[in-house]
């Protein structure tokens, strides 16, 4: 979880780059107009970053946490596997912004859903017989531990 946050940190550069780059593109001066296009090219932007990452192994909060994702075999994961387990991941944040527009919630009982979510998924990986998050084991991929590569020395000359 702790690489989830930092990952998160790490998204907002992203985000606020690709925001920056959606409103000089299309001109969009106030933040609600063509909201749901920005939306997209975010959600977009998003799945390239870590479909590109995860096919190589390890995003950088993954790196700094010597954690890898691989398939069931232990390979790296091909682009189209990637895109899957991003789409699926999606779990962690879906069901509660579902309950948003039906259900009329604040932003505080939005949060407070969403947050109770997220644990409870995240409880739910220890019903799963490896301690996988269960959009790993639907998209046939694991996370594991990556070797931690020796320090590098100086040779004297």
């Not at 977009?44 to 990452?53: H, K, S």
């Not at 995003?59 to 990637?82: C, E, F, N, Y």
């Not at 694991?142 to 070797?147: F, I, M, N, W, Y």
Request: hydrophobic share 55%; glycine share 8%; aromatic share 18%.
């Amino acid at each position: 979880m702790a690489c989830w946050l930092y990952e998160g940190m790490l998204m907002f550069a992203v985000v606020f780059l690709a925001g920056y780059l959606f409103s000089a593109l299309t001109q969009t001066r106030h933040a609600l107009h063509n909201r749901h296009g920005l939306q997209a090219f975010i959600f977009v932007v998003a799945g390239i970053y870590f479909a590109w990452f995860w096919s190589k192994g390890q995003t950088l909060a993954m790196k700094t946490w010597h954690i890898r994702v691989v398939d069931r075999g232990g390979q790296s994961l091909p682009q189209w596997r990637a895109l899957l387990r991003y789409f699926l991941s999606w779990i962690w944040f879906l069901p509660p912004l579902l309950l948003m527009a039906p259900f009329g919630l604040s932003g505080g009982e939005i949060s407070v859903l969403l947050m109770g979510w997220v644990a409870v998924w995240a409880l739910l990986s220890r019903f799963q017989r490896e301690g996988q998050f269960w959009h790993d084991v639907w998209a046939g991929t694991r996370l594991v531990e990556a070797p931690r590569l020796p320090p590098k020395v100086k040779k004297r000359s």
